[in-house]
């Protein structure tokens, strides 16, 4: 199959720039890179379509055509859409219908060919595929990755924020893009089935998509990146890693600890993760002390217990909060916080804490989908993890009742000691699910099957493909304004 990925935001270029530097270069590019290299590998030609940006502060972007070194069958594809510029992803909407719509039809038009189907990302992506659906004729798939409606409970949008909420984010537009895309799509990708229910069954969607219409979806998770997470991978950050981590346990643990298991945190210092209720369960628990010690990984803080310099206001007040309980509970000499600044160094730290039965804990309150977790076990780390979200799908077999990893109410401290203490204070038990969470993650949780999924799905579309669309619902919605946003929002407030 001839495949394109319409991602105009962000950008891709060989060498990965601005991975996670920037907002519009976040997990999206990841997971659209690695699904693409992974068809393409698989013998597809693929194309992943984004924008062409001529600015001489972002040079990486301005040729029209790019490659991924050693990739055979994948180009990148640079289109233009609005000024030469940088423009960040809320600033599009304007120039994707009227410019980057037709200059891709007039990129392939000039190669004298059309490709066969088309797979689209985030709303932005799904607004143009569902353009190019009506006038190219071409089925395409629509994964949401980040939906407008969740984004603007999560800014608590109301009634009186909304119009500066909209001025900022152009959520009218955002959601007007989502509710065409998912109306008009050939099938909506979720990684979950919760996914489904939860974030398409938002009342801002009501009309566009029945999120318990199965047909309309199908659950495709993402991979885990197993040249970096992975056992028995080494990278050029092992060794000085590992010194590290052994530089920051003799600065923080009593020496007598430093050889213990670690139960391992990592995550954003944001309120939703949770690291309080970890802290509280390490507190309040004795047995659980004395079998291992707690590391809490913040990224760019070398010393954040001690030392906030570099923390914003919110994440000061999490970790105001997390010394309080440290403090009053006596904890220091048992627990260790310090940075680790890449994938390859938190992968290294990983594998060089499993050769102490170490494990990783994640207490967010809700984790959509839970890559972090997947990544820790399959570089060696059995997982102790919110059973609130993906993790309840991924770390359990919904037929056998198997678990690879641990679920716990992330709301209860007692329940998370609990978990933990099944890993660590049981040797045999640790090894049972280091191990079946490695086969886990190799039988379901690779970027080849993530792939060969979207092949499926793709084939099975083009398959039974009726330019008209068998179910799109005509809803009186589809073109949202300002007015409309604010009543839709407002009637579940
Ligand atoms: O990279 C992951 C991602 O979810 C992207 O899809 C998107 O660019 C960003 O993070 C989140 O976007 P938003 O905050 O607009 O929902």
Redesign the pocket.
Known sequence: MHIVFLNP??NFDPHDSYWSQH??F????VYVKEVAVALAQAGHEVDIVTRRIEDADWPEFASPVDHYEGVRGLRIVRVPCGPPHFLR?EDLWPYLGTEWVPGIRAFYKHEGRKPDVLTTH?ADGGLCGAILRQQWGLPFTFTG??L?AQ?MDKLHASAENLAALDAE?HFSQRIMAERVAMNHADRVIVSTQQERVEQYGHRLYAGAIDPTDERRFTVVPPGVNLRIFAETAVNAQEEATQAHVKRMFKRDLFPERQHLPAIVSSSRLDAKKNHLALVQAFAGNKRLQEHANLVIVVRGMEDPLRDHGAASASERAILDEIVAVINAHELWGKLSAFSLNSQLELAAAYRALSRQRSVFCLTALYEPFGLAPLEAIAAGLPGVVTRNGGPSESLVDATTGQEFGVLVDPANPADIARGLLRVVADASAWQAFHDAGIQRVLAMYTWQRTAAAYAGVLQEILAGFVPVHPYFTEPALLALTPADLATLYGEGA
């Open positions: 935001q962000g907002p519009d976040g997990g999206q590019l992803k985030y990755h980040s407008g984004k984010y």
